[in-house]
């Protein structure tokens, strides 16, 4: 377990999220489930804390019963990925019954958001030509899914 991780609050679905998450990155497992007792604030037998790993980082999911918070975009996971087949496949996998969004960011079905980013993506928008840059930031704020060979044309000319 690492000292600073990411503690999540689901009304009542942190299993079935962290069983969805689990299934869609590599090198990802459910580490843990503590369940509600008798007197509990959720129904006893039902999931209260989920640990789990996400390709090696830890995570807590919590069922901390309807609240007026939500996720938001102020916080999202960067997912940084290899190749554009990466990038397709968690956009597909993570957008699922969410909703896509722009320059890469989507909501997954249970409203976290995530930033779907090809790991070529800081070279392009930091290119040292300047004009370079902008029509490749031009194209990225034009694209919902993150393209690297589009993003590359663009920045061409």
């Given at each position: 377990?690492?000292k600073?991780?990411?503690?999540?609050?689901?009304?009542?679905?942190?299993?079935?999220?962290a069983?969805?998450?689990?299934?869609?990155?590599?090198?990802?497992?459910?580490?843990e489930?503590s369940?509600?007792?008798?007197?509990?604030?959720?129904?006893?037998?039902t999931?209260?804390?989920?640990?789990?790993?996400?390709d090696?980082?830890?995570?807590?999911?919590?069922?901390?019963?309807?609240?007026?918070?939500k996720?938001?975009?102020?916080?999202s996971f960067?997912?940084?990925c290899?190749?554009?087949?990466e990038?397709?496949?968690?956009?597909?996998?993570?957008?699922?019954?969410?909703?896509?969004?722009?320059?890469?960011w989507?909501?997954?079905?249970?409203g976290l958001?995530?930033?779907?980013?090809?790991?070529?993506?800081p070279?392009?928008?930091?290119?040292p030509?300047p004009?370079?840059?902008?029509?490749?930031?031009?194209?990225?704020?034009?694209?919902g899914?993150?393209?690297?060979?589009?993003?590359?044309?663009?920045a061409?000319?």
């Amino acid at each position: 377990m690492k000292k600073i991780s990411p503690f999540l609050w689901f009304d009542n679905q942190a299993e079935l999220a962290a069983e969805f998450y689990v299934s869609v990155f590599k090198n990802s497992r459910i580490l843990e489930v503590s369940r509600y007792g008798e007197g509990g604030p959720g129904p006893a037998g039902t999931a209260m804390v989920v640990s789990f790993e996400l390709d090696g980082e830890w995570f807590q999911a919590l069922n901390g019963g309807p609240q007026d918070w939500k996720f938001s975009e102020a916080i999202s996971f960067h997912i940084d990925c290899e190749d554009q087949d990466e990038v397709d496949y968690f956009w597909d996998k993570l957008g699922e019954g969410g909703e896509h969004g722009p320059c890469g960011w989507l909501k997954d079905k249970f409203g976290l958001s995530w930033q779907v980013v090809p790991k070529d993506l800081p070279k392009i928008l930091s290119d040292p030509d300047p004009e370079r840059a902008q029509r490749a930031f031009a194209a990225m704020m034009q694209m919902g899914k993150l393209d690297t060979e589009a993003l590359e044309k663009a920045a061409a000319g």
